[in-house]
């Protein structure tokens, strides 16, 4: 060391490592969460698809039994295998739920009442034909052997609830099927010699007043 000099320690230089360092991340409670309750909601979603489209079938068997039995105009709802009916008063009761009871896969039938009100009066008994033409009961269309499309299942209880509301008033049934057409209307309580059945020709069904005593 030269004269004049002083003695520094030197620092040895740092060294810089290259290794990486990683961080572990753990998943969260959330996604795990989220994870579980998938397979819960698709689950979830298919009871209800399939207690959905079980209802619906129910519903069809129990429409199905009422009409093979000649019982029209009930309408019918589900709440899983509880069945509600409403059944129009001048039908028998008991006969439709004891149809709807004994359809495979009905736990219980809960009834209620249609058309309590009769929307007609005394007055329109004054020109029966008239209001026979309003409800269209000059073309009851027909699907088949004793069989009717809804909107005729409604001309036909149209038609009950004005005989009910005129005491004299008496129909022939006509078109095609009429018998069918005569035993519709006494399904619905209209008393069998109040209503004549006249074949004629045509693929409807046909209604129309009676003047007299007698059809």
Known sequence: MPPGTKNVPTTPPKTVSSQRVYARHSLGGTWWLG???IPLVVALLLTVLRHGAMQ????A???KALDARGIHGVTVTFNGRTATIGIPIWLDQNAARTTVEN???VSSVL???LDANNPYTPSD???PQAVLKDIGSS???LTGLSKMPAASVSKMRSVAQLINACDQLRVAVGGA???YLKRVLVDYHIEANRIVARPSSGTAGTVRAVKGDRP
């Open 35 to 37: 994870l579980l309750l």
């Open 56 to 59: 619906d079938d129910l519903r």
């Open 61 to 63: 068997e129990s429409l």
């Open 103 to 105: 359809v495979d896969g």
């Open 111 to 113: 009834v209620g009442t």
């Open 125 to 127: 008994c004054a020109k």
């Open 139 to 141: 073309s009851i269309a």
């Open 177 to 179: 099927q009429p018998s």
